[in-house]
């Protein structure tokens, strides 16, 4: 396979009220019949995420066995913005459904990250046909902090960065999303400092975290609903995680009626980046059978 780069593999589409830019490459396997169904990769919301800072490392090898999709959700990357007149989660798993629609796509597996994993649960809640496989990592939503403080350490350091953004408060914030320091590079950290202070960034961060906590918005928390996904789910957490806890893990597998509980050590909220190669192997063997 050639080389994936951001551009060759960048495209755009028109999805019902959304203008959405992804990243495709592969196809499925014709020795693996399990692989006719595409691989969706959903971000987090981290401030600088998009679906390539996530997920460019996995791109190729999952390419090599799968139709392969990157998405950058509806407010980020470049995808189009959206008055939130709702919960930020519900209107992404609105985005997914149309998405899958305007490219004739009938079901997907999801590997979600943090707000991802938030997104692919309502998008398994509100259009169960297009769901068939989820993997998520360090899932947003799923779980009551009964024994972890509010906000945790990675939620403080990420609104210390919206009210005071630089390269310190961004790699002050990378630090708590990581338990494998050697992913972390400056030019890792300068590159999401940069995308997260692009004109209209943080506003459009505020935005979106405003939508779920809105009271007009009546949003009801994912993890009183979680009992009602039917996909099988393999859930994957960092031991070190200091965004979302591991402790949490325990309450999200314990809601999920057919899931599986990984988890890393030496690993935070980046298990795709952290244990890149354990990490690949776990979730493509998980789609597969």
Known sequence: MSALDFESTSKTLTAGRFELHFHEAGEQSVAEPESAVPVLFLHGSGPGVTAWSNFAGNLPVFAERFHTILLDMPGFGKSSD???????????????????????????????NSMGGNVACETALAYPGRVRKMALMGPGGLAAPLFTPEPSEGSRRLFDFLASPSDESMAAWVDTMVGNKKVVSDELIRTRTEAATAPGAVERMYAIFGSILKPENAYTPLYARASQIRQ??????????????????????????????????????????????????????????
């Open 82 to 112: 959206l008055d939130w007149e709702k919960a930020y989660p519900l209107i992404a798993a609105e985005a997914i459904d149309a998405f899958c629609e305007a490219k004739g796509i009938e079901k997907v597996d999801i590997i979600g």
């Open 232 to 289: 099988e789910t393999l859930l994957i957490w960092g031991r070190d995680d200091r965004m979302l806890p591991y402790e949490q893990a325990h309450f999200a597998f314990r809601q999920l009626p057919r899931a599986e509980l990984h988890a890393f050590s030496r690993c935070g909220h980046w298990a795709m980046i952290e244990q890149k190669d354990k990490f690949e192997r776990l979730v493509i063997d998980f789609l597969l059978n």
